[in-house]
């Protein structure tokens, strides 16, 4: 075959005019290197096999040695076994013309016969300019010969040696990385990507490939017997991981399965990562496996998203309010409300929150919407004000995807002042963490522009109490499922009656949230907490009715008093 009039070959050629090409006809065992002027002579002989060469001889870096080892082995492989890909790639230093070492990407298209080995190849070698370079360096000298797009080749030799076995695809990545690059600097950031490789070089063994594939996300393929031995192997890596110096950081795990004849590596990693990222919101389960489920949400979520700017204009989503009440065992009496979406679409089917807040958080909609619900309960108190009722004050979820990203401090004192609230009437709620410096400055700043804040969702995440000491928040909601759980022990119940008497100590207000029964409130009114909110006094509820029940129009839908 001549490999020079192949129509591909000449195609390559021709996009990729600044490099050094590069042909080897394997059937044939003929060699050529066009003419350039970065080589070394001792390579532009005649019939010389490039690759064989840089394998073989002490051109390339030491340092790099594997990466060409990796890219050798690989096609001289290929011509054994089939392999799946057409381009092979790896980046490294080779000694130039001058005696210097420059650093190259060597990418190899290949052909292949009917069985899939590879017959010849057309390589492209290309010396990486100093951009390219700050970045290649950087990714490779984490990863040495683990690159990415050899990495699907390896993991298809992996599975075709044992297609009998099951393969467990695990990525993994740090939570937060960002911040821990912004807090100890990318030097660090740096030097813990490359203990988590050299971690990974010392853990895998020949039963486990492995490879960072982006940042710090890496993938780790393995065949295995059971679920626990996958978690059993995730648990001695999180152990060696976890920590770096003083620096500690936890990873998220994910874990798609595949039997050995599976082809759609590229696939299994996707389904990983999904995976992954679902375990970023599981406080506790740190490795989440990846089930058929997942991509569903993927699908659902992007359903909503299609649909959402149509359905704000159109007026689908609706403020409802739910009471919160004053409780003393004989009486109880609203005395304020939080405001929760409701989104009714126009064939009158419900979504509930939980289904499309996060979905809003994740793509920034829900700035958009909050902007609306914020309004419309600026126009409501306008409204009960104008009619002379007794102002309750309402408070509005603020969530924390936005906090640190725009202004909203400004934003809602320019809109209650427009509407002329009285500030104390307009209440924010913020969801608890133990978040970063710059989301408390933030919370700072709307205390000192006056605003009542409360502590959303308390005992459902990090919280301790020790960080109630410096709070800006003035009242404290503890959360249902916390409350829920604690409530079904003695140890829980002291638990409870500590923490509102420590908040009542602290000067600080609580509500307790998901009041389902009247055991439940009379125990929170006994430990003194003095404002519940919960199915017990009423669900959340449209305004109309909101008014009703505050003018005693209509009875609670179960509170018997
Ligand atoms: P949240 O702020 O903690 O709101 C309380 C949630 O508990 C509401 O769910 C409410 O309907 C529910 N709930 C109240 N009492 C009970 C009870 O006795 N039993 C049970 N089982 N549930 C009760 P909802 O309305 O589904 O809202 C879920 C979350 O979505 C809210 O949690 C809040 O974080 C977020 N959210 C809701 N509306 C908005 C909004 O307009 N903007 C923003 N940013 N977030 C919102
Ligand atoms: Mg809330
Ligand atoms: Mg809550």
């Not at 759980?485 to 420590?502: A, F, N, P, R, Y």
């Not at 009247?518 to 907490?529: E, H, K, Q, S, W």
Request: hydrophobic share 35%.
């Amino acid at each position: 075959m001549d490999i020079y009039s192949s129509d591909r070959i000449m195609k390559i050629r021709k996009a990729h005019l600044d490099t050094v090409h590069f042909f080897a006809d394997l059937e044939e065992n003929h060699f050529i290197i066009e003419d350039n002027d970065i080589l070394p002579d001792s390579l532009m002989r005649e019939n010389c096999d490039l690759l064989k060469e840089l394998y073989t001889g002490s051109y390339v870096a030491q340092k790099d040695r594997g990466k060409i080892i990796n890219l050798y082995e690989r096609i001289l492989q290929g011509t054994k076994e089939p392999i799946y890909m057409d381009e092979l790639e790896a980046q490294f230093s080779i000694m130039n013309r001058d005696g210097q070492h420059v650093f190259v990407s060597v990418l190899c298209y290949v052909d292949t016969n009917c069985e899939g080995l590879i017959t010849a190849y057309v390589g492209l070698l290309k010396p990486l300019r100093k951009k390219e370079l700050e970045n290649k360096e950087i990714l490779d000298s984490f990863s040495n010969d683990k690159n990415p797009s050899i990495f699907i080749n390896r993991i298809a030799k992996f599975q075709a040696a044992n297609p009998d076995r099951k393969y467990a695809y695990i990525q993994f990545d740090i939570r937060k990385f960002r911040y821990i690059n912004e807090k100890y600097g990318s030097d660090v950031g740096d030097d813990i990507l490359r203990y988590i490789s050299e971690t990974l070089d010392v853990m895998c063994d020949k039963e486990h490939l492995h490879c960072r594939l982006t940042a710090d996300l890496y993938e780790i393929v393995t065949y295995f017997n059971s679920r626990e031995e996958i978690l059993e192997f995730i648990e001695m890596l999180d152990a060696r991981l976890h920590r770096y110096g003083d620096i500690r950081f936890s990873m998220s795990y994910g874990i798609s399965i595949a039997p050995g004849t599976s082809t759609a590596y590229r696939k299994h990693g996707d389904e990983a990562g999904l995976a992954r990222v679902q375990s970023k919101s599981a406080i506790l389960n740190k490795a989440v496996f990846y089930e058929d489920t997942l991509m569903d949400n993927v699908k659902r979520a992007g359903a909503i998203e299609e649909v959402e700017e149509e359905a704000l204009k159109n007026g689908e989503f609706h403020v409802y309010l739910q009471p919160k009440y004053s409780y003393d065992k004989c009486r109880a009496k609203i005395v304020g409300a939080e405001a929760l979406v409701r989104w009714i679409d126009k064939d009158g089917n419900y979504k509930s929150p939980e289904e499309f807040i996060p979905v809003f958080e994740k793509n920034g909609f829900i700035l958009k919407l909050d902007y609306f619900m914020w309004e419309s309960i600026c126009k409501l108190l306008r409204k009960w004000l104008d009619e002379g009722k007794e102002p309750l004050p309402i408070s509005v979820n603020i969530s924390r995807s936005y906090l640190q990203k725009i202004d909203i401090v400004q934003y809602i004192k320019n809109l209650i002042e427009q509407y002329q609230i009285p500030i104390e009437l307009f209440q924010l709620e913020i969801t608890e963490t133990t978040e970063s410096t710059e989301t408390l400055e933030y919370i700072n700043k709307f205390k000192a522009a006056g605003f009542v804040l409360m502590m959303d969702d308390f005992g459902s995440g990090y919280s301790s109490l020790s960080m109630l000491k410096d709070t800006p928040f003035d009242v404290l909601k503890m959360d249902r499922f916390f409350l829920d759980e604690c409530l079904d022990s003695e140890q829980g119940k002291t638990i409870v009656s500590h923490v509102i008497s420590m908040t009542n100590d602290l000067g600080l207000n609580i509500v307790a949230e998901g009041v389902e029964t009247r055991d439940m409130a009379d125990f929170l009114y006994d430990n003194g907490c003095a404002v519940s909110q919960g199915y017990y006094f009423s669900k959340p509820v449209s305004v109309e009715e909101f008014e009703k029940l505050r003018d005693g129009e209509t009875e609670q839908s179960t509170y018997t008093g």
